[in-house]
């Protein structure tokens, strides 16, 4: 079974500082790799996307670093803020069946202290 | 524009009960899948379609059946539900499989199931 692995499973950081969350997976199909946010009570909600053939990409406080040959990526969350608390997933596609499908990481629970 | 709309929000089920868990979209999205979301176990895929009448399974469809007669709903169906199925339900859909930008996934806001 395909495998996306997240870590870490939970997090604490200051207002202001610099949370980083990875995520690692195996074989894929060459696609997307996006991170979703959840916040309590909601659906998750894709917060930012890469494509596999750049390296980095910002939006905002938010940056996904992607490393192809080490299959690996993840998620940079600058001068973080106590809105960000929240569950955040990565997420890789993969071929199967009639359709590629996302294959998501097990969560990484974020707490941002004020 | 309402997005992807689940029905019920919350239910409580006996073990050996059956019902059926809504979910419509209105983005005239070819794709629809259904996801369950156990604690700390990330969302794991039950089943999915690629359109109306194309169905598939995905990692963990035993105990679960779904049906696509429109491209706007997508039911899942508890047949003999049990505690194994206590979860929470999220039903999703994109337009295509394609590399796009706006090409998403949109979830619902979930669907909370206890079985007791």
């Known amino acids: 079974q395909q495998q996306v692995k997240q870590s870490p499973q939970s997090l604490i950081v200051q207002k202001g500082g610099i949370s980083i969350i990875n995520c690692a997976y195996e074989?894929?199909?060459?696609?997307?790799f996006p991170w979703y946010q959840q916040f309590p009570g909601k659906g998750p909600a894709l917060l930012i996307a890469i494509r596999p053939d750049v390296s980095e990409k910002k939006e905002g406080r938010f940056t996904i670093s992607f490393n192809k040959s080490a299959k690996q990526f993840s998620l940079h969350i600058m001068d973080s803020q106590p809105g960000d608390s929240a569950t955040y997933f990565c997420a890789a596609p993969i071929s199967s069946g009639s359709a590629r499908q996302l294959t998501f990481g097990s969560g990484t629970q974020l707490t941002v202290l004020p | 524009n309402a997005g992807v709309t689940q029905t019920p929000k919350f239910r409580i089920l006996k073990i050996g009960q059956s019902m059926t868990l809504q979910c419509t979209q209105d983005m005239n999205h070819n794709y629809m899948y259904w996801y369950r979301q156990d604690p700390g176990m990330g969302l794991k895929l039950i089943y999915y379609?690629?359109?109306?009448?194309?169905?598939d399974k995905g990692e963990v469809p035993n105990g679960y059946n779904v049906s696509r007669s429109t491209t706007e709903d997508f039911p899942l169906r508890l047949e003999l539900a049990a505690p194994s199925q206590t979860s929470v339900y999220f039903c999703?859909?994109?337009?295509?499989?394609?590399?796009?930008?706006?090409?998403?996934?949109?979830f619902g806001a979930g669907s909370r199931l206890t079985v007791l």
């Open positions: 379609s690629v359109g109306a009448g194309i169905t």
């Open positions: 074989n894929t199909a060459f696609d997307y």
């Open positions: 999703a859909s994109r337009r295509s499989q394609g590399v796009s930008g706006a090409n998403v996934l949109t």
